[in-house]
């Protein structure tokens, strides 16, 4: 069974920054695309970034977060640095996993792990 555990979420002001971290276990993710998603309240959950396999992968960003935010990954391990938080990026940040890629664009998984809260307020 897939784990993921996210971690790193918290208060920070506008324009500051913060780094997400998230691990997989369960299975061998050498193969697997990684990404994160974020759900802001009474919103939907929403692809934020995605990851290839390789350690050169480049990322792919949503239109909304694209030149402030950065994935990467090491391995089951991925991260997210987010520069210039706006008010706006405040939700429930989440990663997930997938050998396809449209399903991890999509969000479409059955399982999530418990997220971690980024906060964006002065």
């Known amino acids: 069974q897939v784990q993921l555990v996210e971690s790193g979420g918290g208060l920070v002001q506008p324009g500051g920054s913060l780094r997400l971290s998230c691990v997989a276990s369960?299975?061998?993710?050498?193969?697997?695309?990684m990404g994160w998603f974020r759900q802001a309240p009474g919103k939907e959950r929403e692809f934020v970034a995605g990851?290839?396999?390789?350690?050169?992968?480049i990322g792919v960003y949503a239109p909304s977060v694209k030149g402030r935010f950065r994935i990467s990954r090491d391995n089951a391990k991925i991260y997210l640095q987010m520069n210039s938080l706006k008010p706006e990026d405040t939700a429930v940040y989440y990663c997930?996993?997938?050998?396809?890629?449209?399903?991890?664009?999509?969000?479409?998984?059955?399982?999530w792990g418990q997220g971690t809260q980024v906060t964006v307020s002065s």
């Open positions: 990851i290839g396999s390789s350690g050169d992968s």
């Open positions: 369960g299975r061998t993710f050498s193969a697997y695309y």
């Open positions: 997930n996993a997938s050998p396809d890629w449209q399903i991890l664009t999509t969000s479409n998984f059955r399982s």
